[in-house]
């Protein structure tokens, strides 16, 4: 086999690498400096975060999604205004960039209005699923240019918070058909929506359900224990996987209690405070999504998700359609007498599929 045409698999290369071992340090070096270096390169950039949110009209989705990110990032609809229901499933997006204390997040919002609300919901998560695959589309065409962009713009969805209706009983058919498609994917985040309708044990006992589905379908949800890559991460996973689906309620306005400002719900009965533990398990959910496993969101969607559409798009490299700025390239040269391809001149580019050894990529 031409060694050109060989793709070692990680295994292999890691094993013919050389030993590394530890020298003693003479004095200070400063390499502990680059992590301020990638630090000052990482808020001169900033970061981007795209998060979908899916689940039935009423669920309190727009609501989450300001309450998450303490922004408007969406306009909630007036009380007593009738809003027509989509005749079919659309997907709208919004783009916003929050800045905290000098650190700049591009988000990117995208609600799936319509979904589950039809009398007939066959099929009805193709929609989403073909703009996920999408996504991935833009980022592989921008990718395998020759001459392509600095910084390829990432449109891909690193998130999918999924809202479950609270029943109290267990998923429903439509919900498990979606989500053993949707795993495959993208992460997906389970939650049960407007919880403050549920008592805690109608609460617990609905979590339990869920749980029980999941591990029935063999659904796995973010984060996943095939991804745990230490023991401490297997500890903090482990922790949060007890507790999905979270229970959530969501609330984009300020009450008094007991003389404090609280983000919270008012009803008759008193005021649901969005960010206590008692109450809901809002923090859970915001910690998992921003502050402990945002970057980690975003490693599994370009290392996993992207990864296993790339290959598959890969193996049919010859119906790759050649966008703008596609650089043309040389030929395959043809085999030499003795039966091995002839190394590309100076100048010219040559690639080769994997799969077909005569075609251009």
Not at 148 to 158: E, G, K, S, Y
Not at 252 to 257: A, F, P
Request: charged share 25%; with cysteine; aromatic share 6%.
């Amino acid at each position: 086999m031409d060694p050109l045409r060989q793709s070692p698999s990680p295994s292999s290369s890691r094993a013919s690498s050389p030993r590394t071992f530890s020298c003693e340090r003479l004095g200070y070096v400063g390499i502990e400096a680059v992590l301020d270096q990638l630090k000052i390169k990482a808020m001169k950039m900033g970061f981007e975060f795209n998060i979908m949110v899916v689940g039935q009209s009423g669920l309190g989705k727009s609501t989450m999604v300001n309450t998450l990110f303490k922004s408007k990032i969406w306009k909630s609809t007036m009380p007593g205004l009738r809003v027509p229901m989509p005749q079919t499933l659309q997907l709208h997006s919004v783009t916003h960039v929050i800045e905290e204390n000098g650190v700049k997040l591009k988000l990117t919002v995208t609600d799936t209005p319509g979904f589950g609300d039809q009398i007939n919901n066959d099929k009805c998560w193709d929609p989403i699923l073909g703009y996920i695959n999408e996504q991935y589309e833009r980022y592989l065409q921008e990718e395998i240019l020759i001459t392509r962009q600095r910084h390829i713009p990432d449109t891909r969805v690193h998130c999918c918070v999924y809202f479950v209706p609270p029943t109290g009983h267990c998923l429903r058919p439509l919900d498990l058909e979606f989500l053993q498609r949707l795993c495959r994917a993208v992460n997906v985040v389970p939650v049960i929506a407007r919880a403050d309708s549920l008592t805690i044990e109608e609460r617990e006992a609905f979590r339990h359900r869920i749980q029980d589905d999941l591990k029935t379908h063999s659904i796995e949800v973010y984060p996943q224990k095939s991804f745990d890559e230490d023991i401490n991460d297997k500890i903090l996973n482990s922790k949060i996987r007890e507790r999905i689906p979270f229970a959530v309620v969501g609330a984009d306005r300020e009450h008094m209690v007991n003389g404090r400002c609280v983000l919270g719900r008012k009803t008759k009965w008193g005021i649901i405070e969005v960010e206590n533990m008692a109450h809901c398990e809002f923090p859970l959910l915001r910690d998992l999504l921003i502050r402990s496993h945002l970057q980690d969101l975003k490693d599994i969607t370009h290392n996993v998700h992207y990864e296993n559409y790339r290959i598959i798009r890969l193996k049919e490299s010859h119906a790759l359609p050649r966008g703008p700025g596609w650089v043309n390239l040389a030929p395959t040269p043809s085999p030499t007498p003795t039966g091995t391809r002839a190394s590309p001149g100076p100048g010219k580019v040559c690639r080769w599929a994997e799969d077909d050894s005569d075609e251009d990529f």
